[in-house]
């Protein structure tokens, strides 16, 4: 293994998909190789430790999520002395290509995966039904996969209307049943949303006693994105490594997203689509001894206006329940 590599010194932001794909070979070049696979697919392999984590990524993720425009993992290797592997797809594909099937079957023919103490899988979204779904490449492996698809079948999802230009991809072949791929993990966290119902629909087919379903009411559908923005999601891969991540750990994670406005303010949507006004001025009033919030403020305002101290019990609250429901 080699000296931990430093490869987040250059922004590559602004560059286009060959010039990106140039700099991150040049990048990666001296600690291991860039790999085209296909037309819409690219494998970036760092050598550096004895854990690797291996990550899904599209090239539209990397530019929306990365201010510098980096693979996820590359802050992992320098501050961990990690090895990683990036697959990155051009758009939304789920890795259904031959190439990239192809490219695991070399990785497990040349023991690869065996030259390592651990191995992390991870991806969200389609990449999270990837990280699942290669993961069996790597007996042992952990994985860790953010509102995964289990499949796109139409005959066993037909239920999920977002992914219709999907319908004619094979999810029927090699490497594609995900939780049928997890059966070799020693662990796999499956990361959503109960009140995203589509996703939670895929969530329940990740049902094994080497699975673990981690729950985060109220976020939202883009979780990822929550927990970049919580500086939550490189603990998780790092936990998820280090075999801590149990569901009390997770719990304890999850008390940050009390100070988090995003979360704060879907909660107090959701509150009053369900004309529960006490309780969303609970909801508001512990808010705002945690952060400073104009608008939180404003609806609390407007709420005390309009059902300014009634008598305890009036029935024209609506609640009885004064205790913020968080969960």
């Known amino acids: ?181 997890l059966d070799a993990a020693d662990r796999a966290f499956v990361l959503y949303d109960p009140n995203e119902q589509l996703d939670a629909m895929h969530a329940t087919l990740f049902e094994a006693p080497n699975v673990l379903r981690l729950r985060m009411p109220n976020m939202g559908p883009a979780l990822q994105g929550d927990l970049i923005a919580l500086k939550l999601l490189t603990s998780l891969i790092e936990a998820a490594a280090e075999d801590t991540l149990t569901l009390q750990h997770f719990a304890g994670m999850m008390r940050l997203r009390r100070r988090y406005g995003p979360y704060i303010l879907r909660l107090m949507r959701k509150l009053a689509a369900q004309d529960r006004p006490k309780l969303e001025m609970a909801v508001c009033r512990n808010a705002l001894t945690r952060i400073r919030a104009p608008r939180i403020r404003r609806r609390l305002q407007k709420l005390e206006e309009k059902f300014a101290a009634p008598p305890a019990g009036d029935p024209k609250t609506g609640d009885q329940n004064t205790q913020p429901d968080q969960g």
């Open 1 to 181: 293994m080699q000296d931990r590599p430093h490869l987040t010194e250059t922004s590559l932001a602004d560059l286009g998909r060959e010039d990106w794909l140039r700099a991150v070979s040049d990048i990666v070049g001296p600690h291991g190789a860039l790999e085209r696979l296909g037309p819409h697919h690219s494998a970036a392999l760092v050598s550096a430790g004895r854990t690797l984590l291996v990550t899904f990524e599209s090239l539209q993720g990397i530019r929306a999520l990365s201010d510098t425009a980096h693979p996820l993992g590359w802050s992992l290797v320098e501050a961990n002395g990690w090895s990683h592997l990036a697959l990155i797809s051009d758009g939304d594909t789920w890795y259904r290509h031959r190439a990239v099937y192809g490219y695991f079957d070399r990785l497990v023919d040349d023991g690869f995966f065996e030259e390592f103490d651990q191995v992390v899988f991870y991806g969200a979204g389609p990449c999270g039904y990837a990280a699942a779904a290669f993961s069996v490449a790597a007996p042992g492996a952990r994985v860790l996969s953010i509102q995964p698809q289990a499949t796109l079948d139409p005959r066993l999802t037909e239920w999920d209307d977002r992914f219709v230009h999907m319908r004619r991809t094979s999810f029927t072949d090699r490497y594609g049943y995900a939780p049928d791929m």
